[in-house]
């Protein structure tokens, strides 16, 4: 096991460190919450933060594994391409934007505006989401174990958003949609693969009204 | 104001084919991207159906083989008519019977304050004496990130080609892009469309995919554009560069993000995007992965971590508050920054947000080099001005005024070929330049207008050359507001040049920015607030 204190480093030492570590390891980093960016756009290892960690945590990962023991800062997982990204606690707003592959999951709440333009990625949450979640997402899965917020899935274009719970309101551009044998099973799929506890046959679908709601 | 209804159209019917020959000839019908010809199907006669739709582009003129159409402005009604002109009344029309809003392409129109009332003063006996154009030097190179990169961006001449996304132009175009940049070592940029694969090594100057055959010398650089609809983003993309551009806002439409309608979203649009084909490409106004000024700089860090510290990070902006924007990218860590004026283009846009927003390109600059000189970064941190720079008599302008280079987007599409008809936006460029259609496309050839767009950079340079030369330089970044002169109030009010015969700025720019801005700045670089 390697191990990297980041007390007092800056995310040039941490990241260096951390890219020199990356031999087949995992990489256990500690005291890196004041760290905004990191292990950016990695394409393999694994990686467990310690505690907390910063905003942009795992930004651009191509194909790592990060785990965070704690709560993520903002923007968890920003403009991931592939790799998994899992937050044992809560993750901060705008977790999970931009992504177009990989998978994300916060096994507590996630903030408002995540999800925001996913253009494929796999985004789990086992607590509740915020106001705006998959604001204009383009493609991939969003699956919610609890409730949303404000505004959800709002102008969706492409792509599934699953809730078991009820959200406040829903965005423009959506419909719900019967869930299908083909959703089930693959929201069983997710579900052992994550270890986790939940009856796909309780959840709610929402899709696209229109693939083109801007102009005629 | 629209365009609409400021052009007569008439066809001399003794010298039109489809007069003679009814189904003939309709060339003008084809041609015409706004609808103004029609042909009747039962008699395959060619009929004007909407005089008050001519932009004025006369594509029509040049592709008529008998020359019988005459385009001429109906500039008069702007004076006997104004305000309530023919574009003003089909503008309504067009929305009372549709509900829609007027969508546009390329840029504004119309009088907005710009670089023809500035002067170039010359070097005579009581300045430095000029240099000779002919048989001297001019040193014109610039280089950005010099001491934050491992691999600085030096470009061989000021000049880039700004933001233009592959979708916006066509594949061919953007090809074309990348090989005039690589045939002057100038930078193309992928604008934020994602990565044509071809751009990155034909900007380099190779022919191959493998970038073993160096066709084009001394190559260029390619500017990877990273923007809010992140489209095509991820860790290679930012590392296929040789710089990484932040884009805040566009001259065209700041404040409004990116506009790709499905119309131009292809098979091969879609897979760079990464997105359905067919659907429209609205990127955010905003970041939705930015909310304060310390998350920005937070970005630029990951940013420079995700590319080894290898790349410049620049930045562009819109034009809106510039000394304060300017401000705000050196602070988040910019190495060079790019600002657009009002009539910079567009391959879509709301017809109101290009005409009536945004600041003029000349008033842009001042307060920009300003916040450079307050902040100690005047020419360390490059400043690239955009937005209807046309030639070398605005380029010198521009880096007279402070400037480090310039960037031309709409001057290069018209390089390429483009006759100004605004009509980017619906998809059907006769030129290829701005359609995704096979049969338009196939009419631009990317070594040909590649070369175009080389003659027109060493052209460029060479008027840079000349004034910058007999303004007493022997290199552009000892140019200076010296060099310059306002020729009405106007410009000298919205600039701080000195006006010509009065031989000082007006009175409200004597104590520097600081007078005119309220800001608390001395106008002399020097700036209690800045560090």
Redesign the interface.
Known sequence: MVSINAKKKDIKAVNEALKASLNGDTVHIVNAKHIHGLAAGLKEGEIVVQGDAGDYLGVLNNGATIRVTENAGKYAADNMTGGTVIIEGNSAYGAAQYCYGGVFIVNGDAGDFSGTMNKGATVIVGGNIGDEAATYMLNGDLIVLGDAGNNFANYLINGNVYIAGQWKSLGHNTTIEPITDEDIAKLLDYFEAYGIEADPANFKKIVAASEKPFYK | MSVVGAFCVSVNKEACLNAKMPGKCATCVEVCPHGVYALDDASGEMFIQNYNACVGCRICVEFCPTNAIRINPAEPEYISRYPWTFGVIEEIHYKAQTG?YL?RGFGTHGQTPNFDMITVVPSQIASDAPRDKYREECEMDVVIGEDTSEKPMHLKLPFVWPAMSFGALSKEAKMALAIGAAMTGIAANTGEGGLLPEEAWLSRGYSDENSTHKEWEPGGYLIVQWST??WG????Y??SGDGIEVKIGQGAKPGMGGHL??AKVTKEVAQVR???E???A?S?CRY??V?TPE?MK??V??LR???D?KYPILFKLGPSRPYADVAACIEAGADAISIDGLVGGTGCSPDLVTQGVGIPTIACIPPAVQALKDYGVHRKVKLIALGGIRNGLDSFKALAMGADAVGFGSAAEVAMGCRVCYACHKGNCPYGITSQKPEMRARLDPVEAGTRLANFIHATAEEIKILTMLSGHSRISDLSTEDLRAMDMNTAALTGLKLAGYERPLPMWEGGYSSISGNGRDGNGKNEAAP
């Open positions: 829609d969508l609809g992140r983003v991820s860790a290679d930012i590392n309608l499905g990464g997105i359905p067919g659907t429209d609205l955010p939705y992965d909310q998350d937070h970005m860090d990951f971590n995700a590319t510290y």
